[in-house]
């Protein structure tokens, strides 16, 4: 099974249930006693038809790197999307597109954090660089919440490249950078957007920072100079989904 990949955590797992449970090869299921999650997950996959063993919890240890919560499935990895498969996806789309880029992001706790918040912003796709980003891995997945399965992400060869396709589409950039002048309150998201965080420390690459629009920071009225970016993510994205007059 060495071409399976692993996914663990209820949400994670759920996810997969939901929207792609062919991709499961197996669901392994802790023994014993389930809480009242477990039961509703194990009800689920009996109705999908997925394949299930229950088995002790320290094999369950040995099959996860993290927090796994009872459960672990072994499926066929998903794919990555191209840029040919975005293209497609801006064709169809109605209204204006907002996709997040995050240039360099290596930390995989943060690539799914992110992912998470653009799953709950709405946001139609993330993109990031194929050789200067964390891995679509299970630690990835367990972070988003299924959030993974739900978001496109998007890995391109060559970030400039796409920037300047994506402009040509009419999309605006906005790069987020801590000595920018204006505030990202003070932009306009309610056109075609694409919001740029920059690496952890590092911030946007020279090249990622010339297809720009505009530049925006967070107001920092504290002590520290700068927030994680997952949670600067967050709070960029949903500027976006307040100027565009997202219902709760």
Not at 212 to 219: Q, V
Request: one cysteine or more; proline letters at 4%.
């Amino acid at each position: 099974m060495s071409d399976l990949e692993r996914v663990f955590g209820l949400h994670a797992v759920q996810a997969l249930l939901d929207r792609h449970p062919k991709r499961i090869k197996r669901l392994l299921l802790q023994a014993g006693r389930l809480n009242e999650r477990q039961q509703a997950l194990l009800a689920l996959a009996e109705r999908q038809g997925v394949a299930l063993q229950r088995v002790a919890g320290d094999e369950l240890d040995a099959q996860a790197e993290g927090v796994h919560q009872g459960v672990v499935a072994e499926v066929v990895p998903s794919q990555l999307w191209s840029e040919e498969m975005l293209g497609h996806m801006l064709d169809r789309l109605e209204g204006a597109p907002l996709l997040l880029v995050l240039d360099g992001v290596t930390d995989p706790h943060n690539l799914g954090a992110c992912l998470r918040s653009a799953d709950a912003a709405g946001a139609h796709a993330v993109i990031v660089p194929r050789d200067r980003s964390a891995s679509l891995n299970p630690t990835v997945r367990k972070v988003a919440c299924g959030a993974a399965e739900t978001v496109p992400l998007v890995a391109v060869t060559n970030l400039s490249r796409t920037l300047k396709q994506l402009k040509q589409r009419g999309l605006w950039v906005v790069g987020t950078a801590g000595e920018a002048d204006q505030l990202i309150y003070d932009v306009d998201f309610t056109v075609p957007s694409i919001i740029i965080m920059g690496a952890e420390g590092a911030g946007m690459r020279r090249l990622t920072r010339e297809h720009c629009d505009f530049l925006a920071k967070l107001p920092m009225a504290g002590s520290v100079s700068s927030l994680n970016v997952s949670v600067a993510t967050g709070i960029c994205l949903f500027e976006a989904v307040r100027q565009r007059g997202a219902s709760s």
